[in-house]
Nanobody
Framework: QVQLVESGGGLVQAGGSLRLSCAAS????????MAWFRQAPGKEREFVAA????????YYADSVNGRFTISRDNAKNTVYLQMNRLKPEDTAVYYC?????????????????????WGQGTQVTVSS
C-alpha cells in the first residue's frame, strides 16, 4: 500500500511563505518522479511543480516559477514545496503526487494522468 501524506499547509498573509512536505511510504520512493498539484474551489486540479527521481530535473507552472521551489530528500522519503511571495490566487488544496516513471523525457510532466499515487491534500489559504 502506497501512502503520501502532506503537511505544512495553513493561513498566511500575502507576501509570506510556507513550506509543504509530503512523506511517502510503501514503495521505492527514490526511483520515481514526484509532483505537486493544487485545486481551488470550483476549479480543476492544476499542475504546480515536478521533480525527477534524483532531483536533477525540475519543472514549474508559469504561475509559480520564480516563487516556488520543489525539492526532495530521498533518504527521508520526502518531497518539499517551498512557497515564497504567496498571493491570494495561490489559495487552494495542495496535493502531492507520485509518478510511475523516473522522469518525463521531452514531455512536460503537467498532466494529472501521469501520476498514479495521490495524497489527501493540505489547505493553503493566502489572505490579502
Amino acid at each position: 500500500q502506497v501512502q503520501l501524506v502532506e503537511s505544512g499547509g495553513g493561513l498566511v498573509q500575502a507576501g509570506g511563505s510556507l513550506r509543504l512536505s509530503c512523506a511517502a511510504s510503501g514503495r521505492t520512493f527514490s526511483s520515481y518522479a514526484m509532483a505537486w498539484f493544487r485545486q481551488a474551489p470550483g476549479k480543476e486540479r492544476e499542475f504546480v511543480a515536478a521533480i525527477s527521481w534524483s532531483g536533477g530535473s525540475t519543472y514549474y507552472a508559469d504561475s509559480v516559477n520564480g516563487r516556488f521551489t520543489i525539492s526532495r530528500d530521498n533518504a527521508k522519503n520526502t518531497v518539499y514545496l517551498q512557497m515564497n511571495r504567496l498571493k491570494p490566487e495561490d489559495t487552494a488544496v495542495y496535493y502531492c503526487a507520485g509518478a510511475t516513471t523516473a522522469g518525463w523525457g521531452s514531455s512536460p510532466p503537467t498532466g494529472v494522468g501521469r501520476y498514479y499515487y495521490w495524497g489527501q491534500g493540505t489547505q493553503v489559504t493566502v489572505s490579502s
